[in-house]
């Protein structure tokens, strides 16, 4: 008897095998111009962009937020990365039998709140329950609909351009492996699960390309960033903000935080005459207040498509996509 | 500032290699500097010294220290008999045990017998809880390491000696560093101008198991710590040493070891282990490599208590040249299956498997001039 191919966790990463299942299966069934852009959210005719995402976090509770908060700002975000404000979401909810009706109530006002503070209205949704067992307390879909204010362009980006990185890295990945107590210590990170609308501003203050910094990392973004156009990206490690305590963890751990997920947290183009007017703007605000300018576009050392790191040590290496399973049931 | 800043501030790193190419100057033709740890290979590629070194004209290849790249496939295969064999086992062992993969497959991908199961910790303390938390079952820890973690395995072994857990042995795989040295230089298939001595080790053994090396030898050599100007004292030393044409056991790591070493931990490693000829993947049979429990503890010796003997063969499965890449023969990307058939995601080797193996290293962190 052959065995059956079947599904892994390493699909879920938002590495390489994800991008190969897309490609590969997601892409070929449906063949759609508007999916073929693999946008963070499509843009439809009529000014209207739209997105959708599902969250399973476990824990569903974290430091820092709850996989309310997170359904919220996760299809948010994906909306303003891609050029649109956020108007409105749908809410689907599949419910495991047993849920405790207290931690549903917790769920749904943290839901309320998320979608208050990122100006979404909450206008339609659906709720499943599966038996005890057929799923993990609950699982959340939320699609979203914007009105599209400007179009993300990559192909806009010009050696000499500079990549800005809104804030630190890796808080929600540590406050999540801290919270299922992965670490066997304790650890004081929250998650910096926040709605990014505050960038909407800047689509019109010259920034090309913009993405949030979720599985995959920082790395695996810019890699495919550096895969999509015809120049190498250049970042240096000392210039890319972290905290103490990610910092602590990642060096105890061996974890790469170029590598760890944010869910408040994007990366930014910008022409070079515009990007220190930018990085002014986004230190004003609370969520970009350890906002940094990281890198370049080009530079001496890489090759068309690659993305180099400049270590602190002053040496250069290759950052490419995550391949494996970091963390399953993340967001 | 954090306190490993300074051991990575880029000026001291500069100036540092530009030293080591002025003393490299005026030495011969080849300077090639084995770093013996793996936790050293992979912080020099991580933080791109690697190719300033090159550029410096040193040559950094990486030896024999990552102990699951060591450990010859018979253990995992006795590992995995066990799991496949028995109703009643926990399999405890460190994560990269588990995707190593043998003739009979890797850890991870076995089912294990109905009513056993594989559990991945961190330190073996967390073996004993199981053992202690399931009395019905029967709990194997295999223990893979170095003199770093020896004493903890070797803890865990009088632990459950004291505590009679007679549902608790280890199936050890315990190696010590300063052999291997020895078959590297005697069979000279590689031509070495120095060794950088692992840091973490040391602190554990001290600065004599490593003095003939240079005494008998005239290797220079340097016991190094893992930040990339620990790295780089220890590369300069052993120019400064070659240069005077005076080999020793410097040591550049002394905020973290001492000239004795840890005399309590060498203590316990003495009273629970006894040293045994052991066979390393790729060198063979090394007299003296290795530790296993005393016969004290023969109730907690898996091989002993279960009637096993380990099929130890130091050979790689077909096309896989692990063994030449511990010796410090074979540079990871020269490895036809490197890359290309044999991948973090599909690994056909342990030194693709290990954190700190030469070849997930050089695949993850590739350096660029």
């Not at chain 1, 938002?14 to 999916?35: C, K, N, S, Y």
């Amino acid at each position: 008897m052959t065995k059956e191919a079947r599904v892994s966790l390493e699909l879920g990463s938002g590495g390489r095998t994800m991008r190969e299942f897309i490609a590969g299966r997601i892409l070929p069934a449906f063949a759609d111009p508007a999916l073929g852009l693999l946008l963070d959210a499509s843009h439809l005719p009529a000014g209207i962009a739209f997105t959708t995402d599902s969250y399973v976090v476990d824990p569903v509770v974290f430091p820092g937020g709850d996989i309310g908060k997170l359904a919220v700002n996760g299809t948010v975000n994906d909306l303003v990365v891609s050029g649109a404000e956020p108007r409105f979401l749908s809410l689907g909810l599949i419910l495991e039998e047993g849920l405790e009706w207290s931690l549903l109530d917790r769920v749904l006002a943290s839901i309320r709140r998320a979608a208050r503070a990122a100006g979404v209205r909450i206008v339609t949704g659906d709720t499943k329950v599966v038996r005890q067992g057929q799923g993990d307390k609950l699982f959340i879909n939320t699609s979203g609909i914007g009105r599209v204010i400007a179009r993300p362009r990559p192909k806009g980006v010009r050696p000499g351009d500079r990549i800005l990185l809104t804030g630190t890295l890796g808080e929600h990945s540590v406050a999540i492996m801290a919270a299922r107590g992965e670490f066997g210590f304790e650890s004081s990170v929250k998650s910096d699960c926040a709605a990014l609308n505050f960038l909407l501003p800047f689509w019109k203050r010259g920034v090309l390309w913009m993405r949030d910094i979720t599985r995959g990392g920082l790395a695996t973004i810019l890699s495919e960033l550096a895969a999509d156009i015809p120049y190498p990206l250049l970042i240096e490690e000392e210039s890319i903000p972290l905290s103490r305590p990610v910092r602590a963890a990642a060096e105890l751990l061996g974890i790469d935080p170029l590598y760890l997920a944010c869910e408040g947290r994007a990366v930014l183009i910008a022409p070079e005459n515009k990007a220190e007017g930018i990085l002014a703007g986004l230190k004003s605000h609370p969520l970009g207040r350890k906002a940094a300018i990281i890198g370049k576009v080009g530079g001496e050392i890489g090759k068309k498509g690659e993305l180099i790191l400049r270590t602190s040590a002053g040496g250069h290496r290759l950052l490419e996509p995550l391949t494996s399973e970091l963390l399953p049931r993340i967001c | 500032m954090n306190p490993t800043d300074r051991f990575r501030d880029k000026n001291v790193i500069a100036a540092l290699i530009r030293e080591i190419s002025d003393i490299r100057k005026g030495l011969g033709a080849v300077c090639r500097i084995m770093e013996v740890c793996g936790t050293h290979t992979m912080s020099i590629h991580r933080h791109g010294l690697g190719a300033m070194l090159e550029a410096a004209g040193v040559e950094m290849i990486s030896g024999p220290g990552c102990p699951v790249c060591i450990t010859p496939d018979g253990f995992h295969e006795t590992a995995i008999d066990l799991l496949t064999g028995r109703s009643d086992l926990i399999l405890a062992t460190f994560g990269d045990m588990t995707r190593v993969p043998t003739s009979k497959g890797s850890i991870q991908r076995t089912a294990p017998a109905r009513g056993s199961s594989v559990k991945i910790i961190y330190s073996p303390d967390e073996s004993l809880e199981l053992a202690r938390a399931n009395p019905a079952k029967e709990v194997v820890f295999f223990g893979v390491g170095f003199e770093t973690t020896i004493p903890s395995i070797a803890v865990a072994a009088k632990t459950a000696a004291a505590e009679k857990l007679r549902n608790y042995s280890i199936l050890s795989a315990l190696w010590t560093i300063p052999p291997p040295l020895r078959a590297v230089i005697t069979s000279g298939e590689v031509r070495v101008s120095g060794f950088l001595y692992p840091g973490h080790v040391s602190v554990i053994i001290g600065e004599t198991p490593f003095k003939f090396i240079a005494r008998d030898f005239g290797y220079p050599g340097a016991i190094a710590g893992f930040e990339p100007v620990d790295i780089l004292l220890g590369v300069r030393s052993i120019l400064r040493q070659i240069d005077a044409g005076r080999p020793e056991v410097a040591n550049e790591y002394s905020r973290a070891v001492k000239p004795e070493g840890n005399t309590i931990a060498q203590r316990i490693m003495a009273d629970i282990l006894e040293p045994s000829d052991a066979c390393w993947r790729g060198l063979g049979v090394l007299p003296a490599s290795g530790l296993r429990l005393k016969k004290e503890f023969g109730k907690h010796d898996t091989e002993k208590k279960f009637g096993l003997k380990i099929d130890s063969h130091e050979s790689d499965r077909l096309g896989c040249r692990c063994g030449e890449v511990l010796r410090g023969v074979l540079s990871p990307p020269d490895c036809p299956l490197f890359g290309s058939s044999c991948t973090p995601d599909s690994p056909r080797g342990p030194c693709m498997v290990s954190f700190e193996g030469a070849c997930l290293v050089h695949i993850k962190y590739r350096e660029r001039m």
